[in-house]
């Protein structure tokens, strides 16, 4: 059983950066592809990122939403069992809650992870 905590979410006015920080504990972290997605009440929760596990065909290729490329990094941190998630150009859109996940698939689908932490809330003023 993996346990995932986000922290890292906040407010922010548009223009500027948040880092969430997502701990995992209780498996193997290189063993676990991450995904970071997030979820605005009455929509489905969107993917935002990936970041693949160890040996995995295009593990040290991150993936991203377009929404995000060019303003999100998501990186991983196997030592310290964390990925994270850096976000700069920060849009009121980009407000919602945030969610890491943990699955044995690389996959933009959030229905192929496994654990979810509890959400970091993310809003972005204009």
């Known amino acids: 059983q993996v346990q995932l905590v986000e922290s890292g979410g906040g407010l922010v006015q548009a223009g500027g950066s948040l880092r969430l920080s997502c701990a995992a504990s209780g498996g193997t972290f290189s063993d676990y592809s991450m995904g970071w997605f997030r979820q605005v009440p009455g929509k489905e929760r969107e993917f935002v990122a990936l970041?693949?596990?160890?040996?995995?065909?295009?593990?040290?290729?991150?993936y991203y939403a377009n929404s995000v490329k060019g303003r999100f990094t998501i990186s991983r941190d196997n030592a310290k069992n964390t990925v994270y998630l850096q976000m700069d150009s920060l849009k009121p859109e980009d407000t919602a809650l945030y969610y890491c996940?943990?699955?044995?698939?690389?996959?933009?689908?959030?229905?192929?992870?496994?654990?979810w932490g509890q959400g970091t809330q993310v809003t972005v003023s204009s």
């Open positions: 996940a943990a699955g044995h698939q690389p996959s933009r689908r959030y229905n192929e992870y496994t654990y």
């Open positions: 970041s693949s596990r160890s040996g995995d065909w295009g593990s040290n290729i991150p």
